[in-house]
């Protein structure tokens, strides 16, 4: 079955796909997006990811290019079309195609590009025995809190993870652990959930948003603050969240062992805990 795709109010074949080579997204990485988890059918923390796309528009001066309702018809039709029950959805908004000019254009029609795929987790064995990372300097521009496609920075670091032979890189700006390529960056100290706070030196990550508030439902103590290279060394686990990974224990840092070297307790738990608000209909 042909895959297909949404561009500009048409569902097209996938290999016919494209937006205009004056597309202000290809050409100043002018556009924000959107990754979202389907499960059973259903959008994964949905209200979250809209309302973070709705603030990455609004911080580059740009509103939703359609209604809430509107999106949902559209990405039922798209699941439909492509037999997609469990996968994901990736959402892309660029303020649209005018003639290259660093100054922003008005009254231009913005570009909204959809495409989902069948659900790739990682191998089993990483949630079971956890992953090894390095940790590398902070490149980035200013504004990591804006879903930004400008992506070249955690691009390298990524590839420099691979090339390590690791599965994630952790950024580091003056000494504090910022957050990874694609995740958000946690560590556990005598039970105490620690991750860095929101502010415009990382990205929201939803799966984030989402872990704290079941955390908290469950009475665990949380801590939102930043966090040296040096503490997460010694800390007692370590773990990664984003939605395309949920939650994965990182047991390795730049060659140093974390705890007892394994997934522990509480990272175990909060695993258990997150798999099953992913997989609940109600959740």
Same mark, same amino acid.
């Given at each position: 079955m042909p895959r297909?795709?949404f561009?500009? $109010?048409?569902f ?5 796909a494209g937006?205009?080579?004056e597309?202000? $997204?290809y ?5 924000v997006?959107?990754?979202?988890? =389907?499960?059973?059918g259903r959008?994964?923390d949905e209200e979250l990811h809209?309302?973070? !796309? #709705?603030?990455?528009?609004?911080e580059?001066?740009m #509103?939703? *290019?359609f209604?809430? $309702?509107i999106?949902?018809?559209?990405v ?5 079309l492509n037999? /997609?029950v ?9 303020r649209g195609?005018s003639p290259?000019n660093?100054?922003? *254009?008005?009254?231009i ?6 495409t989902?795929r069948p659900?790739?987790? *990682? &191998?089993?064995e990483?949630f079971?025995?956890? =992953?090894s990372?390095?940790? =590398?300097?902070d490149i980035?521009?200013?504004?990591p809190?804006i879903?930004s496609?400008?992506?070249?920075p955690?691009?390298l670091?990524k590839?420099e993870?691979i090339?390590n032979? =690791?599965?994630?890189?952790w950024?580091v ?6 957050? $990874?390529? @694609? ?5 556990v100290s005598?039970g105490t !959930?620690?991750t860095? &706070?929101?502010?415009? +030196?990382? !990205?929201n990550?939803?799966t984030?948003r989402a !872990?704290?508030?079941i955390?908290?439902?469950e009475?665990a103590?949380?801590?939102?603050? &930043?966090?040296s290279?040096g #503490?997460?060394?010694v800390?007692?686990e370590a773990f990664?969240? @984003?939605?395309?990974?949920?939650l994965?224990p990182? /047991?390795?840092i730049?060659?140093e062992?974390? +705890?007892? +070297?394994t &997934?522990g307790?509480v990272?175990r ?6 798999n099953?608000?992913v997989?609940?209909?109600?959740a």
């Amino acid at each position: 079955m042909p895959r297909v795709s949404f561009v500009n $109010g048409q569902f097209v074949r996938h290999r016919q796909a494209g937006v205009h080579v004056e597309d202000r $997204g290809y050409q100043f990485a002018d556009a924000v997006y959107e990754v979202i988890a =389907v499960a059973k059918g259903r959008m994964v923390d949905e209200e979250l990811h809209l309302e973070r !796309l #709705e603030r990455s528009l609004r911080e580059i001066r740009m #509103e939703m *290019p359609f209604t809430v $309702g509107i999106f949902r018809l559209k990405v039922a039709e798209l699941l439909r079309l492509n037999r /997609i029950v469990n996968g994901s959805l990736y959402l892309q908004v660029s303020r649209g195609v005018s003639p290259r000019n660093h100054q922003i *254009p008005s009254a231009i029609c913005p570009s909204v590009v959809m495409t989902v795929r069948p659900m790739i987790s *990682p &191998p089993q064995e990483m949630f079971e025995k956890g =992953v090894s990372i390095i940790t =590398v300097r902070d490149i980035r521009w200013r504004r990591p809190d804006i879903k930004s496609v400008a992506l070249l920075p955690n691009v390298l670091a990524k590839d420099e993870a691979i090339r390590n032979n =690791v599965f994630e890189a952790w950024q580091v700006d003056d000494g504090v652990v910022t957050e $990874g390529t @694609s995740t958000n960056a946690w560590i556990v100290s005598k039970g105490t !959930l620690i991750t860095h &706070p929101p502010t415009n +030196g990382i !990205l929201n990550g939803v799966t984030r948003r989402a !872990l704290l508030k079941i955390a908290e439902k469950e009475g665990a103590s949380i801590e939102e603050r &930043p966090f040296s290279v040096g #503490e997460a060394m010694v800390a007692d686990e370590a773990f990664l969240t @984003s939605t395309s990974s949920f939650l994965i224990p990182v /047991i390795e840092i730049d060659g140093e062992k974390i +705890g007892e +070297g394994t &997934p522990g307790p509480v990272s175990r738990q909060m695993m258990a805990l997150y798999n099953n608000h992913v997989w609940t209909e109600d959740a």
